[in-house]
């Protein structure tokens, strides 16, 4: 069965859950992909995580990062399920309205905005931001004196996360008196606290320490007569199944923090999860492009390809796949991110060699694996990586005409109707691949949709 959720997206939905090596090969069989790399996006681990939180951090409004995976059946899907969002630009904050998301269910959560986007803000009622600096001030009051301010402060630097936010954001706690007075003395209003650990906490303490600090500043707010009322409690949360810490570990520290240092307040919480929601719901399928044998102490050097290794000379093998570190794998360099390659194919041959894994420009940089160990694999197979959701595609270039992958959507029918009881379904809807021209980032991209929904200003005659 399939649903045409809007925007040229499709979603497949499935009754019952099936492996991913499952719904890989479906997709390849399906859409005939020879060997484009693509995304599978299952939007019922969304639907799971929300039902997570709502179970862990009942207390807590999640605004989601948009940042993390801006993709509209991402949006869509949360806006439809009642969740707020956490925007850090104009082009943001257009996106979220544009799915009917009231503007009070939006904090423009970048402590540094340019004056234009503040000004958009305020044309759009988009209220609730955040500032940690003196400059902010004097920005905001000059183009939207109304704005409900959220002071965000430095946590505590002691513990392990993914991306330490900290060296870029937060006011020092000691500094937090002289920028209210400076919010004070502008006329402004500051109605909260808010701080981010650091994305991909490893340690569940981190946000005891920070909620602690945060009532301090708090309280010198309210001493000042600051009408606060919001504590912001940011992202961190982890998205996938990792070493470190577990969300419900994590809720577990916060439920109590928010008990012994916000006990019986009148104080709204509200937290801006970003890979919590996405990271595990997205898998990569690349194809291997191109392979070389070399010799094993030579990969990675200018050395001579060797294909018939002599005995003594054990092959390693290097695997060009069609997506790289200026692409999907982005998150290797800036999210500080680790993968784990998975094979589509069964391989009798229990050999394991010596392998690294490379994207598709001719960048040397671009390596996704330096060393793993593989059964030797053939141009065309496919390798596959999971919890791809989180800081990906968001930021991915296009760098050497290398095109982004495609996406296609997939959900558990029982999930899907939690969300959506009504929803319409087509036994089997017209599909049709219709190359489009884009001025965005994407120079040339291929749409899907259902033949009987045509996206705005596209019919079928015109191609
Ligand atoms: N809020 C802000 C201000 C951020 O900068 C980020 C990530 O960079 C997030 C929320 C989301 O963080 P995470 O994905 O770790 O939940």
């Not at 090596?21 to 859409?31: E, R």
């Not at 020879?34 to 999640?62: H, M, N, S, T, Y």
């Not at 979220?96 to 305020?122: E, H, M, W």
């Not at 489009?436 to 040339?444: D, H």
């Amino acid at each position: 069965m399939k649903h045409y959720f809007g925007s040229n997206t499709i979603v497949d939905i499935t009754s019952h859950q099936k492996s991913i090596s499952t719904l890989i090969q479906k997709t390849v069989d399906n859409h005939q992909i020879e060997e484009d790399a693509f995304f599978i996006g299952d939007l019922g681990d969304i639907i799971k995580k929300q039902k997570l939180w709502q179970e862990c951090l009942p207390r807590v409004e999640p605004f989601y990062a948009v940042k993390c995976n801006d993709h509209y059946a991402v949006l869509k899907l949360l806006a439809d399920m009642g969740l707020s969002f956490d925007c850090a630009s104009k082009a943001e904050i257009q996106k979220v309205l544009k799915l009917g998301v009231d503007p009070s269910r939006i904090v423009y959560a970048n402590p540094c905005k340019q004056t234009s986007f503040i000004k958009y803000a305020a044309k759009n009622d988009v209220s609730l931001m955040t500032f940690d600096n003196e400059d902010e001030l004097v920005k905001i009051k000059a183009v939207y004196p109304g704005a409900r301010l959220v002071l965000r402060i430095l946590p505590p630097s002691n513990f392990k996360v993914q991306c330490d936010l900290g060296i870029k954001f937060g006011c020092f706690p000691g500094k937090a008196y002289h920028l209210l007075e400076a919010a004070r003395k502008l006329g402004l209003n500051v109605v909260g606290v808010s701080f981010h650990v650091g994305s991909g906490c490893q340690e569940a303490e981190a946000y005891d320490a920070a909620i602690q600090q945060a009532r301090d500043v708090f309280d010198m707010g309210l001493s000042m007569g600051f009408d606060m009322d919001l504590l912001d409690i940011g992202g961190g949360f982890p998205g996938h199944e990792c070493e470190g810490v577990s969300f419900e570990e994590i809720a577990e520290v916060v439920n109590v923090a928010l008990d012994k240092y916000f006990p019986g307040d009148d104080v709204r919480f509200i937290a801006e999860p970003g890979r919590f929601y996405v990271a595990s719901a997205f898998t990569i399928s690349t194809n291997i492009i191109a392979k070389r044998i070399v010799a094993r102490d030579q990969r990675g050097k200018n050395a001579e390809p060797v294909d018939f290794p002599t005995a003594d000379e054990e092959p390693a093998m290097m695997y060009y796949v069609n997506d790289g570190v200026y692409g999907s794998f982005n998150c290797l360099l800036y999210d500080h991110a680790a993968v784990v390659p998975s094979l589509l194919k069964n391989y009798d041959d229990d050999m394991l060699y010596t392998s690294s894994i490379w994207g598709p420009t001719c960048d040397g940089l671009d390596c996704i694996m330096p060393e793993c160990k593989l059964p030797e694999l053939r141009s065309g197979d496919w390798i596959y990586f999971r919890d791809m959701g989180a800081y990906t595609l968001a930021s991915a270039s296009t760098f050497n005409g290398m095109p982004a992958p495609n996406q296609y959507f997939v959900c558990q029918m029982d999930l899907w109707e939690e969300v959506y009881p009504n929803s319409e379904m087509d036994e089997k809807p017209v599909e049709k691949m219709i190359p489009v021209m884009k001025s965005g980032r994407y120079p040339f991209e291929t749409m899907k949709f259902n033949q009987n929904v045509l996206p705005e200003g596209i019919s079928v005659g015109d191609y």
